[in-house]
């Protein structure tokens, strides 16, 4: 069983890498410079319905690093690292409060976390406390990619719970 684990957490690995290089390539769909859907945090929500929080931060953590080394540089970690513990966090906070219907809901609060952890970063490396401002930008784009992947992953949830119950049941 834990082989099973390993290669599903492997493979949910890969697809958000696989999301996180596809979405370097598409142009951007704002005037504001780094807003993106966020295709990759899918794959993290999905992660925690299907195995849990300690699995779900490894499989993110994974994504992290590997797509800094292969797309970005070691400033990109760190904003990619802060964003992605905000947002985590975010996520195991909405656990608790929010149902899952309301995936939407903690796409949008994951995706706005997300987007403090690295203006917090960004304030904390310049050491100019008016990027802060920018937030208020990132946070109208985070309500509309938030809505869009969360409504993805409660897609992605119902599907492979389904798959996995068919599975067990060979």
């Not at 493979?11 to 990759?40: D, N, Q, R, W």
Request: glycine share 8%; aromatic share 12%; net charge positive.
């Amino acid at each position: 069983m834990k082989t099973r684990k390993y290669v599903l957490m492997a493979l949910l690995s890969s697809m958000a890498l696989g999301l996180y290089a596809l979405e370097c390539v598409i142009p951007p769909l704002t005037f504001i410079p780094g807003a993106k859907l966020g295709l990759a945090n899918i794959i993290t929500m999905v992660a925690i319905y299907i195995f849990g929080k300690k699995e779900a931060f490894l499989i993110l953590m994974m994504r992290i690093v590997i797509a800094s080394m292969l797309f970005g540089q070691v400033m990109s970690m760190l904003y990619s690292v802060a964003g992605g513990l905000f947002s985590f966090v975010a996520l195991c906070i909405c656990l608790k409060f929010i149902e899952r219907s309301s995936m939407w809901a903690t796409g949008i609060i994951c995706a706005i976390f997300h987007n403090l952890g690295q203006i917090v970063v960004a304030v904390l490396v310049t050491q100019q406390l008016s990027i802060a401002y920018y937030f208020l930008f990132l946070v109208i784009i985070s309500m509309i990619s938030g809505v869009f992947t969360g409504v993805c992953a409660d897609y992605c949830i119902t599907y492979a719970q389904k798959i996995l119950k068919h599975q067990k049941g060979l």
